[in-house]
């Protein structure tokens, strides 16, 4: 037979294959192809894995998209509750991801496990700030040229241009008893306060919300900009379609998340032009001058550049709850802090983190892939503390025997371990003046219409609506 004859053949033969009973084979094979790798996915998640042995629901078990939907819907805090009191402290959220519950967890999770990087994408100029800098070596070294800014020192030099913003509250809620009192946005002048602060602090010049007694338009893009994470967070949980479910993310959540970015990279030049004299962050991060070479940085680099510094002005002015103080020493004060922090913790949540490659031990379970701890699920377990859903600031001052048995250890608000909060002594300094400061001049009463403010839904943040409370000037200034 001819090489042509031959080709003539396999083309007929090709033909018959296609036109008789080849493309119903087609046709079927591909679905059933496609059936049957969900079928020994779903049969391995459930049965084989090496987390098949833990507790959950076996939809959890085969697939993301149950955990995914739940963190979109913003009810993320609540699902992961739901389930750890049905299966317990440690539950299965996702085919390969794992949700932990106790104190030890949190030490052996947060304080060990670096940070999964599929949730931890960099600002828009491709620049990792310190928040979403996942290889360790790199991260140390943006922790050790930003830790002067949140020293001892530093907060000592910091407290008199604070306590000029909570001197301008307080002067500001006392301009509301001529006729506004009753009906007072408590948590919007509270964003006024810790947005001003961190300007301040951050870009050299406050936003002027306290002056202008509104929030500046940009506070309004910060806000959406942590929505628009919480969705890009969501779409890196599915590698394979990243980039379809990226599209899906509203084109102005991203705008407004690129805008943003632009902003905060222009106030820092122009912060960067009044040199290292204020007693802000930035003139601690600037100690040994600012490099315009471009990265990538060795970890042993002392300089800072300026695409760093604009990745990381975008960290600090995404954190709405930022917050400062004085009076350390109050013990109630404390225990209604930590209560308040138990029952809503500004970062409601988990970090997740991926295990190693030789796998880890957590809470004595020898892991291989993603785990995590969700604060506000295991600040309301009842496996954790007793009347868990009330706020009892009580339970923190150890005299009452009915909270002996409370997990309190496993209240870690700031995190724990080498990414922990790096300003939690400023935001503990600036929470207890603000309280103290408001405290000391009014009676605050909550209205009606916010007794379920609580009830919200969190996309990174929560998604505050206004709290309305009613303030009285204290007895003793009257
Ligand atoms: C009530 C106030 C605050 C709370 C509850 C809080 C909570 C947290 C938590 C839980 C983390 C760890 C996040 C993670 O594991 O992904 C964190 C990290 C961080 N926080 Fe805060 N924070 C607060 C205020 C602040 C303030 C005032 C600043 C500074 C201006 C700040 C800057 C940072 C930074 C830069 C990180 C990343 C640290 C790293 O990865 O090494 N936070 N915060």
């Given at each position: 037979m001819t090489s042509a004859t031959k080709m003539e053949l396999d083309l007929i033969s090709f033909e018959t294959l296609w036109h008789g009973t080849g493309w119903k084979a087609v046709l079927w094979v591909g679905p059933l192809l496609i059936t049957a790798w969900f079928l020994c996915n779903a049969i391995y998640n459930l049965?084989?894995?090496?987390?098949?042995a833990f507790p959950g629901p076996a939809l959890n078990a085969i697939s993301r998209i149950p955990s995914a939907v739940s963190v979109l819907r913003g009810h993320g805090h609540l699902d992961v509750l739901a389930l750890h009191e049905k299966y317990g402290p440690a539950v299965r959220l996702g085919p390969s991801e794992l949700a932990f519950a106790s104190p030890q967890a949190f030490r052996d999770i947060n304080g060990h496990i670096n940070k999964d990087p599929s949730f931890a994408r960099p600002p828009p100029n491709g620049v990792p700030h310190i928040g979403v800098e996942t290889d360790p070596a790199s991260h140390a070294r943006k922790r050790r040229l930003l830790n002067p800014a949140f020293s001892k020192r530093a907060l000592r030099e910091q407290e008199g241009l604070v306590r000029g913003h909570v001197d301008l509250l307080a002067t500001k809620l006392r301009g509301r008893l001529a006729g506004e009192a009753d009906r007072v946005d408590i948590s919007g002048w509270m964003n006024y306060a810790t947005f001003d602060i961190t300007g301040d602090l951050t870009?050299?010049?406050?936003?002027?919300c306290l002056r202008d007694s509104a929030l500046h338009p940009w506070v309004g893009i910060i806000f959406e900009t942590v929505k628009a994470l919480a969705f890009v967070g969501a779409a890196g949980q599915f590698p394979a379609l990243t980039g379809l479910l990226d599209r899906l993310i509203p084109r102005s959540l991203l705008q407004k998340a690129r805008d943003h970015f632009g902003l905060c990279a222009k106030m820092v030049d122009r912060r960067l032009e009044?040199?290292?004299?204020?007693?802000?962050f930035f003139s601690a991060m600037l100690k040994n001058g600012l490099s315009e070479k471009p990265g990538p940085y060795t970890a042993k680099e002392n300089t800072m550049s300026r695409a760093e510094l604009h990745s990381t002005a975008f960290a600090f002015s995404s954190d709405e709850d930022i917050t400062f103080a004085k009076a350390a020493s109050l013990r109630y004060l404390t225990a209604v802090i930590q209560e308040t922090f138990r029952l809503y913790p500004p970062f409601a949540g988990a970090s997740p983190r991926l295990v190693p490659p030789g796998g880890a031990a957590v809470e004595g379970h020898w892991l291989p892939p993603g785990v995590a701890v969700h604060h506000y699920a295991s600040y309301h377990y009842s496996g954790n503390f007793t009347f868990p859903e009330s706020f009892i600031p009580e339970r923190w001052l150890g005299s009452d025997s009915r909270f002996a048995s409370d997990k309190k250890d496993v209240l870690t608000p700031f995190s724990l371990?080498?990414?922990?909060?790096?300003?939690q002594t400023l935001a503990n300094a600036e929470i207890r003046l603000i309280l103290c400061k408001v405290l000391f001049h009014f009676d605050v009463e909550l209205r009606p219409e916010s007794?379920?403010?609580?009830?919200q839904n969190c996309y990174v943040l929560w998604d505050k609506p206004p709290l309305w409370v009613r303030i009285k000037e204290r007895e003793w200034e009257r």
């Open positions: 049965y084989l894995s090496p987390l098949a870009f050299g010049e406050s936003f002027g009044m040199g290292a004299e204020r007693p802000d371990g080498p990414r922990n909060c790096i300003g007794s379920r403010w609580i009830d």
